[in-house]
């Protein structure tokens, strides 16, 4: 049974760090692309980052680069996402998600509807 399960979330103070982890189970873990998105209420799903486990390549959206970076364990089938210098439009419930393909440097890589399988979800809060 495919599984991936988000982990790490919480509350924290504008300008502070969480690191988020998604564990993977089910699947052979190296042959897919993980991918971070996020759902703020009254909001559409927004991707964050993705990481290609075949080659390690990753892909971030705008609005996290130099705050946010990716990073895999292949040995412990986990994904990670520090996010520093959190603002509280950071605030929402962030989901990992798998993918068969990366798309190089191309937007596509944060593109839901390319996801096949999604975890439930984990709040992140940012107080200002």
């Known amino acids: 049974e495919v599984q991936l399960a988000e982990s790490g979330g919480g509350l924290v103070q504008a300008g502070g760090s969480l690191r988020l982890s998604c564990a993977a189970s089910?699947?052979?873990?190296?042959?897919?692309?993980i991918g971070w998105f996020r759902q703020a209420p009254g909001k559409a799903r927004e991707g964050v980052s993705c990481?290609?486990?075949?080659?390690?390549?990753?892909y971030y959206a705008d609005s996290v680069k130099g705050r946010f970076t990716i990073s895999s364990d292949n040995a412990k089938n986990t994904v990670y996402l520090q996010m520093n210098s959190l603002k509280p439009e950071d605030t929402a419930v962030y989901y990992c998600?798998?993918?068969?393909?990366?798309?190089?440097?191309?937007?596509?890589?944060?593109?839901?509807?390319?996801?096949?399988?999604w975890g439930k979800g984990i709040l992140v809060t940012v107080s200002s």
């Open positions: 990481i290609s486990n075949r080659d390690g390549s990753t």
């Open positions: 089910g699947f052979t873990f190296d042959d897919y692309v």
């Open positions: 998600a798998r993918a068969r393909r990366f798309y190089g440097s191309s937007s596509r890589n944060l593109t839901p509807i390319r996801m096949d399988f």
